[in-house]
Each structure stands twice: as C-alpha cells, then as structure tokens.
C-alpha cells in the first residue's frame, strides 16, 4: 500500500525519490529528514566521502504548509560530489575519453551487473549498485516513519557487534535495554537516543571501545569489517500482518526489507538462528495474565507469530558483510586481458555497520506502515488514528 522509488547514480547529479501511498496531514519538514540523514552519515570507520557530503533534502510535491497531501511525495538530494565528476558522469556525449573500468571487485556487484547488461564499464554498474542510493531510502522512509510516530509506533536500533568486538549474547541485550528504559513503549527511542552517543551506536561502553580498536586495526591492515545490528520497534499493536498468504506474511516483508540494504547477507527475528538449537519449551513465550491484560513472559518470538505482530516488542537482526572495497585488494582478473591482477581500489569505508542500523530503521517503516493501513484504514491521519483508538 505504500511504496518509494528511488534514482541516481553515486557521482551522478541528484539523487530522486518519490513516494506514495501516504496519508493526508502527516506533519513533516526537510529538518526531520536531514536529522535522519545525518544520523546516517555518522559512525566510526566511515570513508572520505562523508567529509564531502552534506546530505539535505528539498521536498519538491506532494506537503504543503508541512502537511502531507495524500498525493505522491517526490524528494531531492543533491550530489555535492557530482562537481569532482562531471565528465566521468556527463549524462549526453560519447564519454570517449573516460577510463572503463575493468577489474572487478570480489563481493560487488560491478561483475554480475557487467555480465548481466552487457556493459563494458564496470562504473555503469558501481553507481547505482552504490550504497548511496541508501540517502535517498532513509529520506523517502523517515516521511513513513513519522506516521508510524503519530500512530504511537517508534522505531530504533543498535549495533551488537562489529568484527569480533561483541555484546556476549541475548541476556546482556535485554539488561542493557531494561537498564535503559523504564516503559516499554518509549524503548526503541531511548535505546536509539544513547547508541547514537556512542562512535560505533554500541550500547555498551568497554566492547566499543573494542569496536573502534578493532576499526582502527583493520583500517591499518588494508581491511574492512561487518557487525551485526537489532532494529527494536515498540507499540506495535497486535494484529498486524497476515497469516493466510506467503507475500503477505509480515516478517517475510520486514526480511526483505532489511535484506535489500546493500551488504547484508542474513536476517533473523527475535532469537532467530539461536532457536533451532533449543527445545520448543525453551523457544516459546509463555502467556501470563497482568491484571486484566495478557502478556508473555518472555520474547523469544521476536514479537512476531505467525506473520502476524503479537503485541510484544518487534526484534529484528541483521547481518553486515565486511565492505567488499579493501585498501590491500584481494585476487581479480582484468576482463580485457583475463590476466591476474589486484581489485581495483576506491575511496571507501572501512565499517558502514553504525550507518547500516540507522538504514534498517527506516527501510522497515513501509512494512509496517502499509500493515497499519490494511488493518486500521482510512485516507487521513486523524481518521487512521480514531480507528486505532477504537479497537
């Protein structure tokens, strides 16, 4: 019910984005999206073209007097770098004398886009398999997410582990969390509020430290690294998504999200993997009465059964891969000569783990707002929000 668009190349001009399927007199205003795209910017290990980048966004349709219309929103970034490569990224002319790249990276998708649409320029490929393109996703999603916020639903995450500096496991979360919070409903936010205070978005002060010692080795070495980051979601009601058809199953939706994030090779909900090596009377949540209102005492699940949202806190995991651009190339071969030569190289990250978990933030608001929508209804905020307090 909700969707975005997004288009652009990484050097290119602008990026674009438009998205639709937002309700009519959501507040917005550029200075809520720039926040996010700051907040995406920031992190430990991050490369050179952040120093250039400056990332705001100009609303061009679709809100006016900072409300939304209900009609398509249609978002611009601006490429700052784009002035270091007009000629490399001149939309008209022959672009006869740019240097094709030739040399794959191992782990980018420069080869299998090539191969697939017949480029002989690797950079055809590069630009758009970029992570870039990810500044124009947390601009269309944080228009999304700040429905969900009006709706009562807050969204947050923080990183577990970069490299092999790492939270111990599930138990240590859980403390840090309730350490950090006193109401369940305001978690996600206030979790989010004290990653963002760390240089990694690690709860916990001794293993980031860990991280950016293990940044800073890596980084000397000619290397990269991934981590694992928890997006958590708090007031969620129960009841949304579906459990009658394969496409419209929520966590399947919410793992594609995450999964489309460049780099990330795994998704888990709740303790995920970790369930398949306990008992079922070890991996369930248990209901227990409070008063009058049912709860669990425990949240294995994730706060998802069946497809469907159960009421309890939303845990979703996501797996980075380490940067497939080293300093110190692996192994390649040159496409021209199909001789043996080193990757090629370019300006790069070191770790985009904290940047990541601020992405997988926004990339699940469309998820979950379209499962508002189909369950509550209705064209306008303020109607959206009276059906919400009535059930």
């Known amino acids: 019910m909700i969707r975005y668009l997004t288009a652009g190349e990484s050097h290119g001009k602008a990026l674009v ?10 507040k917005i205003s550029s200075e809520y999206i720039n926040h996010q795209l700051w907040r995406r910017q920031q992190g430990y290990g991050r490369g050179g073209r952040m120093r250039i980048e400056s990332d705001t966004v100009e ?15 249609s978002l611009l970034i601006h490429n700052q770098d784009y002035n270091n490569w007009r000629e490399k990224m001149a939309v008209e002319g022959s672009g006869g004398s740019v240097e094709r790249m030739r040399i794959p990276r191992p782990g980018h998708a420069d080869y299998v886009g090539a191969v697939k649409y017949g480029f002989d320029d ?7 398999a970029s992570a870039r393109e990810t500044a124009m ?3 269309c ?9 009006e709706c009562g639903i807050f969204i947050g995450s923080h990183v577990l582990s970069i490299g092999s500096a790492s939270l111990a496991d599930r138990a240590d979360t859980d403390r840090l969390i309730k350490r950090y919070t006193s109401k369940a409903s305001c978690a996600a936010y206030k979790v989010t509020e004290l990653a963002d205070r760390s240089p990694v978005r690690i709860l916990d002060h001794r293993t980031s430290e860990r991280a950016v010692a293990a940044i800073k080795k890596a980084k ?8 694992i980051f928890e997006v958590i979601v708090t007031g969620l009601p129960i009841g949304l998504g579906n459990y009658a058809q ?12 995450l999964m489309s994030i460049q780099a990330i090779k795994g998704v888990e909900i709740g303790d995920g993997f970790e369930m398949a090596r306990r008992h079922g009377s070890q991996a369930h949540d248990p209901f227990v009465a409070k008063g009058k209102r049912i709860d669990r005492s425990s949240n294995h699940a994730g706060g998802l059964e069946g497809g469907v949202t159960n009421g309890q806190m939303l845990v979703l995991r996501a797996a980075m891969k380490p940067i497939s651009t080293l300093a110190k190339p692996l192994k390649s ?26 992405i997988g933030e926004a990339v699940v608001a469309p998820a979950l707002a379209s499962a508002v929508m189909e369950r509550f209804g209705g064209d306008a905020l303020d109607v959206i929000q009276t059906h919400i307090k009535s059930k």
Not at 61 to 67: D, I, L, P, Q
Not at 246 to 257: E, H, I, S, V, Y
Request: contains cysteine; aromatic residues 4%; proline residues 6%.
């Open 17 to 26: 984005g438009i998205l639709e399927g937002m309700p009519a007199g959501i």
């Open 59 to 73: 609303i061009l349709s679709g809100v006016r007097f900072g409300k939304t219309l209900g009609t398509p929103i």
């Open 122 to 128: 690797l950079r055809d490929v590069i630009e758009r």
């Open 137 to 139: 996703r947390v601009a």
């Open 141 to 149: 999603c944080t228009i999304v997410r700040k429905f969900l916020e």
């Open 220 to 227: 000397k070495a000619g290397d990269t690294l991934g981590g």
């Open 246 to 257: 394969w496409d419209r199953k929520l966590d399947g939706l919410l793992a594609q999200a």
């Open 333 to 358: 071969i040159d496409l021209d000569t199909l001789k043996p030569t080193p990757a090629r190289y370019e300006r790069s990250d070191v770790c985009a783990v904290p940047a990541a978990s601020v």
